[in-house]
């Protein structure tokens, strides 16, 4: 049975992946290693209670001695790479673990993954010439963009914050493996994902926890920064489909082609909410909907042109915005 290595497996996007490869992949055995920092819950996994092609492994892949264990023990043949820092507001107070666990955990990934596939630059070992290295990144490598243009995969990389700086750093030395040394990897920059299990930091999750305690929903700025959202199952599916079938030193950009700015987002969840569990008093969520300072360096829009990977590899996501706004309000209700 192949075993891959899922870094980062306990969190948002990271959780949602392992259970629909595991799912959809029977002949695939997956060792999960997460530092179960506060973005990492074992909730996340209770569909795998007892799943035996599933273990979580709670370590840092910044420990060299760990990862080099792992590889010698399960004999991976492929790694997905989802463990990162990634709050925006996060990176600005307290940078430093952002560059630790982004840049040098990636690295060591990397770097024992070559050791362990690879005889010399080029030169795979007999039996692992198939083995591969997929990188998850986000779309906030590329900078921001104005009212119009999207991002694709030739957009050059200009990151405004220590988070994004971070991952476009990651990326480059990902990049640098498969040039220099050979190694079979690709590496895919999504958009805005929510779902089911987001962190409550986020924007959806913290629309959401502010609804069901009638608290004040704060929104930086008037609220005009513009995302594309991306459901995060559909994110699942471009993830599984670039790491089984993307071309070898490739980038695909995977978005939802859902533009929204964050007061839309906020407006038409209270106007969903106001109808799934309307409020005790007869007002309507949008009154709690307030505005706050501006965070630093704060992007304007992002937008994926996600062609490449639609033309090339067939992805299509699944669902629009309200579609798939509605499914997670669901499953937040449910909880």
Aim: proline share 4%; with cysteine.
């Amino acid at each position: 049975m192949k075993k891959i290595l899922v870094t980062g497996g306990a969190g948002f996007i990271g959780s949602n992946f392992v259970v629909h490869y595991l799912e959809s992949h029977p002949e695939v055995a997956i060792v999960n290693l997460d530092l179960m920092t506060y973005a990492g819950e074992e909730a996340n996994l209770k569909e795998l209670d007892n799943n035996p092609r599933h273990s979580l492994v709670q370590g840092d892949i910044c420990d060299r001695e760990l990862v080099e264990r792992l590889f010698a023990e399960h004999d991976f043949t492929g790694v997905i790479h989802f463990a990162a820092e990634s709050h925006v507001d996060n990176s600005i107070s307290g940078p430093g673990v952002f560059i630790k666990t982004n840049v040098e955990g990636s690295f060591v990934l990397l770097d024992v993954a070559r050791n362990h596939w690879m005889d010399a630059p080029k030169q795979f070992k007999p039996g692992y010439e198939g083995c591969r290295f997929h990188h998850i990144s986000t779309d906030e490598v590329y900078s921001t963009l104005g009212e119009t243009g999207l991002f694709t995969e030739e957009t050059p990389y200009a990151p405004n914050s220590p988070y994004s700086a971070s991952k476009a750093a990651s990326d480059m030395i990902v990049r640098s493996y498969h040039h220099t040394f050979g190694m079979n990897t690709v590496i895919t920059n999504c958009s805005n994902n929510y779902g089911p299990k987001q962190h409550s930091e986020k924007l959806i999750p913290t629309i959401m926890r502010k609804c069901l305690a009638l608290e004040q929903i704060p929104i930086y700025g008037q609220g005009t920064n513009v995302r594309d959202w991306l459901y995060v199952l559909d994110h699942c599916t471009g993830i599984a489909l670039a790491y089984e079938k993307g071309q070898s030193g490739r980038t695909y950009n995977i978005g939802g082609r859902n533009e929204k700015d964050n007061l839309y987002i906020a407006n038409y969840i209270c106007e969903v909410m106001d109808q799934k569990r309307p409020r005790a008093d007869g007002k309507s969520y949008k009154d709690l909907i307030g505005f706050v300072a501006d965070r630093p360096g704060h992007d304007q829009r992002y937008a994926i042109d996600a062609t490449r990977i639609e033309s090339e590899l067939g992805w299509k996501a699944a669902e629009n915005f309200e579609t798939g706004i509605a499914r997670t309000i669901d499953w937040y209700l449910a909880q």
